[in-house]
């Protein structure tokens, strides 16, 4: 086991010390890859599905039944995020470019934003510079960090729950600016990749209770540090025959049926 390990974080942590730590984890994972991922959650069945991420922004999960082929499609490239769900009415293959997510009204009504799957997988990492608090203790041996976020209704705030020996992400959530939960990630079953010494959890619950939504996800066959054999093909984006693209960030432009060649 781990246990023999050092601590990874002194009995009382300054923030600057709790930051490093987390940082210094993240900073040894440049890809994740997870071919026999498992995703369950509410109002679907249990899904086979393959999880890959590179650095920064390269993500992509597919997700799928031996029966129906791909229900779920989720990734992101240098470019642009996409999502595709196979029993989405209407059907489209929805769809918003980085820069423009940044200045987009979207942004400020998605309760979570799209690279919180990212930071999920155990690929935290804290703005040095950023709006955060000292370090909290709480019971159990952890400790809090509070992030503010100004949105249009007011600072929303992002609590990120770290073991005080390992400095590992328990959890994190976000609450708007009335203080309600609006997600919450939660990693457990934390594994240790031999080769790079990094640490990252194999279980993965993600919940949104204003939107109903609740998702676990189980990684399993996971290769650290690998690059993807074909990472231009894997992290484009992809085309359903049938399914038109929307971009939610641009509407007008987008909402047009933009039917795409056949997959």
């Known amino acids: 086991g781990y246990s023999r390990l050092p601590p990874a974080l002194p009995p009382a942590p300054t923030r600057q010390q709790v930051i490093e730590a987390v940082n210094a984890n993240a900073g040894l994972i440049q890809a994740i890859f997870a071919s026999d991922a498992t995703l369950s ?8 599905a393959s999880i890959a991420y ?23 490239n240098e470019q642009a995020f996409w999502f595709w769900v196979r029993r989405n009415e209407p059907p489209a293959l929805y769809f918003c470019r980085h820069d423009d997510f940044a200045a987009s009204p979207m942004r400020q009504q998605l309760p979570i934003d799209p690279y919180w799957m990212i930071e999920a997988l155990g690929v935290v990492q804290f703005d040095p510079a950023g709006p955060h ?28 729950v770290i073991d005080g020996t390992r400095a590992l992400v328990l959890e994190q959530r976000v609450y708007d600016a009335r203080r309600q939960l609006v997600a919450s990630s939660t990693a ?12 990252y959890p194999t279980v993965i619950d993600l919940k949104s209770p204003p939107a109903d939504f609740a998702l676990q996800i189980r990684l399993a066959g996971v290769q650290i540090n690998r690059p993807a054999a074909n990472p231009e093909q894997l992290f484009a984006m992809p085309q359903y025959s049938g399914w038109p693209a929307v971009d939610l960030c641009n509407p007008r432009g987008g909402m047009q049926a933009a039917f795409v060649r056949p997959r």
């Open 54 to 76: 590179e650095r920064q922004r390269r993500f992509r999960v597919v997700a799928g039944t031996g029966i129906t082929g791909p229900e779920v499609d989720l990734g992101s």
């Open 133 to 160: 608090s000292d370090p909290i203790p709480v019971p159990g041996g952890k400790f809090e960090i509070h992030t503010t976020r100004e949105t249009a209704e007011g600072p929303a705030v992002r609590v990120t």
């Open 188 to 199: 457990s079953k934390f594994a240790r990749d031999p080769l790079s010494g990094a640490f």
């Open 41 to 48: 959650g509410s109002g679907f069945p249990s899904l086979k």
